[in-house]
């Protein structure tokens, strides 16, 4: 098990059922969360002792930038990083008026299998542990020296597919501890699995959720999402009730939109009569094409008109910024483009 993947409290589990005092398990937490160490031997202010017991029943998780691409229309800042199995993973850091948004991964690769998304392409290979996911963030933050305020997890893979990890993680990340990012700046992104929802309503942690709709219509959005022959719509609807009811938080849900296939008066209908009367906002995002779906990419026009009929029934949206589109920054495209040369 990975030292830097423990959780504050599984921490000071571990270290007080060793007999130690509970503040080693802070300082161990700080080492790693806030002074960026990267070993165990090297945790000075640690007893020696502790310091090759601990060696010798854990390990530590670093991962390495491999290479780093800037998009030169708007400064995105796309890293493929190196995990310590020589598995690649893709991260994106945006700069906004308000501070960076970085968008991490969460898996290596996906086995949700949407039709348009590279990152399922290849398949899953496995879970990121919480280290790799924190490690993206610390990594990004020495290279660039700032601090990133908001975190997405739209990155390659499956939050709610990797849930254990990714819960983990919000603990960390969030913890006073370390980097105390607030919750409230973390979203996380699924393409709907019903009883991850379910849990995470009860966990408790003001995170924004978002969901990947891409069709108001069963038969239509199991086309493009092989997870929606597994949970209808209807059941999703109900799981996302519970969700806003439990959190108080509002829904956000994400449409890619593809010319001539979900973009039509009767999808904009649809999704006004699914979203009736519930705190949510849909985010139009305009498909990014890759190879093996390359067509039905909507010009700026044909977004805007359907933004305006879904406004028009009533429904919050905004279209999402187009950003890095030069270095190929929609999920997984760097990384597959790269795992081909090789
Ligand atoms: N597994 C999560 C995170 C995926 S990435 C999920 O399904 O929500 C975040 C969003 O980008 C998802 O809505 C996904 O469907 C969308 N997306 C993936 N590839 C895309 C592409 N080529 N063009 C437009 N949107 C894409």
Redesign the pocket.
Known sequence: MELNSMTHNKLKEIITQRGEKGFRAEQIFRYFHQQDGQGIMEMGQVPLSLREELSSSYTVNNIKILHKFKSESDGTIKYLFLLPDDNIIESVVMGYAHGYSQCISTQVG?K?G?S???STKDGLVRNLTAAEMANQIYEAEKDLGVRISNVVL?GS???LDNYENVVDFFDIINSKLGRNISLRSITL???GIIPGIYKLAQENIPITLSI?L?SPFDEKRAEIMPIAKKYCLKDLMEALRHYSDTTNRRITF?Y?LIKGTNDGEEEAKEIARLLNGMLAHVNL?P??P?REYNEGRPDKNHVLKFQSMLKKLGVATTIRREMGSDISA??GQLRRSVLEEK
């Open positions: 996906c949700m949407c348009f998304c590279a739209m893979g499956e939050p992104s699924t393409c990947s891409h994400e890619t995002i498909l990014n890759i929609s999920c």
